[in-house]
């Protein structure tokens, strides 16, 4: 019901869609479903497995460096979204509600938020390189280019601010 409220934020809504996302699909629990019931050369699995992307762990055998990497990704997707909903403009400064511009301000967002979390953490993880971090800030785009516009949908209609 918070998200057919008349009052509800661009930023607010893109904000919680993402953590939404980022906690229900970035589970350990879905990321090894996904890995297990679904075929990578399908579109459909491709996407299922994609929507683990941001994966957060608590238990693994990895290194705390590694454990501690993938959990800072999936927490900043959600703040980074957060942060380039409120600097994008067109969710804010749409003359009206619902319009194209609050849609592709969101998608913009999470793409943009996918892209820079995976490169700000590609650089703490082992034996970081430059082009690691490179291929890492595609995979985040990737990401957000296909899951971005789940945020894009949860921005329409949002209030702008001022009128």
Do not use: C, H
Not at 14 to 39: E, H, K, M, Q
Not at 73 to 81: D, N, S
């Amino acid at each position: 019901m918070a998200l057919t409220n008349r009052y509800k934020t661009a930023p607010g809504a893109g904000t919680l869609a993402a953590l939404i996302l980022v906690l229900v699909f970035g589970s350990p629990w879905y990321a090894d479903w996904a890995r297990d019931n679904t075929d990578p050369d399908t579109a459909g699995g491709w996407f299922l497995r994609l929507l683990a992307w941001p994966a957060w762990r608590f238990d693994s055998s990895d290194s705390i460096q590694e454990i501690f990497a993938a959990d800072l990704k999936a927490i900043l997707v959600v703040v980074l979204t957060a942060v380039f909903l409120y600097l994008l403009p067109g969710s804010q400064l749409s003359r009206a509600r619902g319009t194209l511009s609050q849609f592709f301000a969101g998608w913009a967002a999470y793409v943009f938020a996918g892209a820079f979390a995976a490169l700000l953490t590609a650089l703490i993880r082992t034996n970081p390189s430059l082009l690691g971090a490179f291929q890492a800030a595609g995979d985040g785009a990737e990401y957000g280019l296909f899951v971005g516009w789940i945020i894009g949908i949860a921005t329409l209609g949002s209030w702008r601010g001022r009128r």
